[in-house]
């Protein structure tokens, strides 16, 4: 049968392991020895139980991110019914919201003034797609990230230029055919589309000193989520 990415292989053997991102990213996290990343995605859970371990705020916000984000996009564009789609939008942008909100206060979700943590990992991919691929393909275009989310915007530019080798257009470029090309369910003809991606090359000063107060790096953003 068919297979979807993420896909965890066990390279000796040729075993599919795992295509769950929340459990691939605890596995990885553990065993790279980040045990505070590892707690927030769930090392040591079962599958469907809560995360084991770190701070509640943390799995707030993992949550938040895996289930009404990174999941959400995909909710709106194979939603069957339109209550559903409804649904999975307003979830979804009910969640960028909250992230815009932490953003606004806070170079990155991780909390750490000079360096992105797990949780803007497992964000980045979905919002560098989110305006040339999901908006178009998934019909989640309610809001762009480029114009209705000035923080996460600045964000994906810092992390561009913070993390080695994170994100271009030309992945924008390969992750939109992909899309278009690959799942025929919803695009039987295979036509891609043209579409405007991200803009990288925005200008912020999210790295410059002294930009973002003290505080507590959540605040009450997520609770109204959990």
């Excluded at 053997?13 to 990343?37: F, K, Q």
């Excluded at 649904?87 to 000079?114: K, N, Y």
């Excluded at 994100?167 to 090309?181: F, H, L, M, N, Q």
């Excluded at 953003?221 to 959990?226: A, D, K, L, M, R």
Aim: net charge negative.
């Amino acid at each position: 049968g068919r297979f979807t990415a993420p896909l965890l292989v066990n390279a000796r053997t040729g075993e599919l392991v795992c295509n769950e991102s929340r459990d691939i990213v605890a596995w990885i996290s553990a065993r790279a020895g980040m045990a505070e990343a590892a707690a927030a995605a769930g090392a040591g859970a079962g599958a469907g139980e809560p995360p084991a371990g770190g701070s509640d705020d943390a799995r707030a916000m993992f949550d938040l991110i895996s289930d009404r984000v990174n999941n959400g996009v995909y909710k709106a564009g194979f939603a069957r019914t339109q209550d559903a789609y409804d649904a999975a939008i307003s979830e979804l942008f009910s969640a960028l919201d909250a992230v815009e909100t932490t953003l606004a206060r806070q170079r990155f979700l991780s909390g750490d003034p000079s360096r992105p943590g797990i949780l803007d990992v497992i964000l980045f991919p979905t919002v560098l797609r989110f305006d040339g691929v999901y908006a178009p393909f998934f019909r989640t275009g309610k809001k762009l990230i480029d114009a209705d989310y000035p923080h996460v915007a600045d964000w994906l530019c810092d992390m561009v230029e913070t993390v080695p080798g994170a994100g271009t257009e030309e992945e924008i470029d390969d992750a939109r055919k992909s899309y278009y090309t690959n799942l025929f369910p919803l695009n039987p003809g295979g036509l891609v589309a043209q579409t405007r991606g991200a803009n990288l090359k925005r200008r912020h000063d999210r790295a410059r000193p002294g930009k973002f107060q003290d505080m507590d790096w959540v605040d009450k953003v997520v609770s109204g989520f959990v």
